[in-house]
């Protein structure tokens, strides 16, 4: 009841109009309020020291995650390959590299070797560099995309890496053929050569129909497989 006299006659006139017996109500109470802040402020001071913590713990994770080395070499003539390289470099940030540029990576820096190639001529183009750096890539967790006017899932592409690659690499490769793309404006005379030769030794019909027309499959969900695959080895 003391408390509420208190608050009502602050309200009408101000503490300044209060009897002594009431000024040391006042002064109780302000010593309570005083321990009431103090209070508080310790706990509010545990609670961010708690969330620095975590802080700290996701950095340290993050740090895990960072210290993995990961390199993405590829060899692109049409911009295919070179495209699905830069989305995956945006999604993990590894180094990127492109070979046909004469750039020499030093491969045992690295724990993760992602390589991309287009393929010409029914073979890999990029098999000679992973044949002649096998010694340094064995061991690690290495995987390969192709891009092809071919369909991924058609038995060609099978045959194209099973020539491409001997079957102690093939083993130890992770291996997603992919959908490429065609510009016959872009092309050069020989390869326009080369195709025409493709088609007319080509027995699959379906594949000689679409041979040297004007497509596009480059799309970034495609790698939605490798991705996953990665995130796996990474962990």
């Given at each position: 009841?003391?408390?509420?006299?208190?608050?009502?006659?602050?309200?009408?006139?101000?503490?300044?109009?209060?009897?002594?017996?009431?000024?040391?109500?006042?002064?109780r109470l302000l010593s309570v309020l005083s321990i009431l802040l103090?209070?508080?402020?310790?706990?509010?001071?545990?609670?961010?020291?708690?969330?620095?913590?975590?802080?700290?713990?996701?950095?340290s994770n993050s740090n895990n995650i960072q210290s993995i080395k990961i390199l993405i070499a590829y060899q692109s003539k049409y911009g295919s390959t070179k495209q699905y390289a830069e989305w995956?470099?945006?999604?993990?940030?590894?180094?990127l590299v492109n070979i046909e540029n004469g750039d020499?990576?030093?491969?045992?820096?690295y724990?993760?070797?992602?390589?991309?190639?287009?393929?010409?001529?029914?073979?890999?183009?990029?098999?000679?560099?992973?044949?002649?750096?096998?010694?340094?890539?064995?061991?690690?967790?290495?995987?390969?995309?192709?891009?092809?006017g071919t369909p991924p899932q058609h038995p060609k592409i099978q045959s194209i890496y099973e020539k491409s690659l001997p079957e102690e690499i093939r083993k130890e490769i992770k291996y997603f053929p992919l959908h490429g793309r065609i510009s016959r404006e872009n092309l050069t005379l020989f390869d326009k050569f080369l195709i025409a030769i493709g088609k007319i030794m080509e027995q699959d019909e379906t594949l000689k129909k679409d041979m040297g027309k004007d497509f596009d499959g480059v799309q970034r969900e495609n790698l939605l497989p490798l991705l996953e695959y990665l995130e796996d080895v990474k962990m």
């Open positions: 009841m003391e408390v509420i006299e208190y608050v009502v006659k602050c309200c009408r006139g101000g503490p300044w109009n209060l009897d002594k017996r009431e000024h040391n109500l006042h002064s103090l209070l508080l402020s310790a706990n509010t001071i545990a609670f961010c020291q708690v969330g620095s913590n975590d802080s700290s713990m996701i950095k995956i470099h945006q999604e993990i940030k590894g180094d020499k990576p030093d491969l045992t820096r724990d993760i070797i992602i390589i991309g190639s287009s393929v010409r001529v029914g073979n890999i183009v990029i098999a000679p560099f992973i044949k002649d750096h096998w010694s340094v890539m064995k061991g690690k967790k290495v995987i390969l995309f192709t891009t092809s």
